[in-house]
């Protein structure tokens, strides 16, 4: 049993924002994935671990086969479901993948003893705010599936080892939809989580220097393209 995800369980990330019968369709009509990926996408329903949903999966195979990116920076690695799903689809790409759950990192580290074939994934432990900051390669591509209400802390640094040129995916911004509230109809348990991703809406959608997409994949993701070197975001943020 993984007991992280049965106990601190963000239920909103669970909460699709677009019609059942078309998520349905969605994940129902598209290729599914196979071999080792089916076997961990198995796991984690399985045991509630929290990887993309089937539509993202399908997006993300369209996105990493067309832009084959050679360096992926990867923040919140769960069981290792989407680093060895980009590994897969960009096989010439090295990826560099955070996690600080001791759980997590435990079940990573042995899907990726079993399934990393071409030594392209890299396992950092540890906190991402302590850690993004060592980094020195410039990535092509960054993902962050990790906690949403740090995600405004986590991009400055992310866009700054980000090419130009480069994207940044974000996945489960819309909160089940919550997002779209008035804040004083937010559960208390989710108030830092709506102000977080607030703040993230408010510091990109609008950027001058930003190319951003919100896409209702899933619980939503937030695309960016980096259009310049150096990115300032205003005080406030």
Known sequence: MVKTYNEHSNHNMRRPVVKPEIVDFMRNQQAPVTGHLAELEAFAKA???????????????????TLQPKQILEVGTAIGFSALLMA??????????????????????????KYDHRQQITL??????????????????????????????FLPEILKRL???????????????????????????????????????????????????????????????KNRQNIEFSPSI
């Open 47 to 65: 045991h509630n671990v929290p990887v993309i949903p089937h539509e993202t999966v399908a997006y993300f195979r369209f996105l990493l086969q």
């Open 88 to 113: 897969d689809n960009a096989p010439s790409a090295q990826i560099t993948t955070i996690d600080r759950n001791p759980e997590m990192i435990e079940l990573a580290k042995a899907n990726f003893s």
């Open 124 to 153: 950092l432990e540890g906190d991402a705010v302590d850690l993004l900051g060592g980094l020195t390669e410039t990535y092509d591509l960054a993902f962050m599936d990790s906690a949403k209400s740090k995600y405004i802390v």
């Open 163 to 225: 090419r130009v040129g480069g994207i940044v995916v974000i996945d489960d911004v819309f909160q089940g939809g919550d997002v779209a509230l008035p804040f004083d109809q937010i559960h208390r348990g989710q108030r830092a989580i709506y102000k977080g991703l607030h703040k993230l809406f408010e510091a990109t959608l609008n950027h001058s220097d930003l190319t951003t997409s919100l896409i209702p994949l899933g619980d939503g993701l937030l695309v960016l393209r």
